[in-house]
Nanobody, 125 residues
Framework: QVQLVESGGGLVQAGGSLRLSCAAS????????LGWFRQAPGKEREFVAA????????YYADSVKGRFTISRDNAKNTAYLQMNSLKPEDTAVYYC??????????????????WGQGTQVTDST
């Protein structure tokens, strides 16, 4: 089993920055895909970013490309989502998720085996 715990959410003004963390514990994988998703009120969950754990290849939704950066620290079993130039439309609950394989279907939530509880990011403007 794997447990994922997100942290770092909060209130932020438009144009500001936040860094989300996702700490993983439990089983480890030689290769995996770590993804960030978000869900705004009244909307479906959407893909934000993903990283292949072993080689660090990254993928982003068009809506966050150039503003968000996903990274991981394998020694700490922790992934990060650095969010800059935040916009009101970035307000959502952000979830990290883990797929125990390096997957090309990183945008598909159903491909992920484990999910965190979510952390709220809210525009305070």
């Amino acid at each position: 089993q794997v447990q994922l715990v997100e942290s770092g959410g909060g209130l932020v003004q438009a144009g500001g920055s936040l860094r989300l963390s996702c700490a993983a514990s439990g089983r480890t994988f030689s290769s995996c895909t770590l993804g960030w998703f978000r869900q705004a009120p009244g909307k479906e969950r959407e893909f934000v970013a993903a990283i292949w754990c072993s080689i660090g290849l990254t993928y982003y939704a068009d809506s966050v490309k150039g503003r968000f950066t996903i990274s991981r620290d394998n020694a700490k079993n922790t992934a990060y989502l650095q969010m800059n130039s935040l916009k009101p439309e970035d307000t959502a609950v952000y979830y990290c998720a883990l797929n125990g394989r390096a997957s090309a279907r990183y945008r598909v939530g159903a491909e992920y085996d484990y999910w965190g509880q979510g952390t709220q990011v809210t525009d305070s403007t």
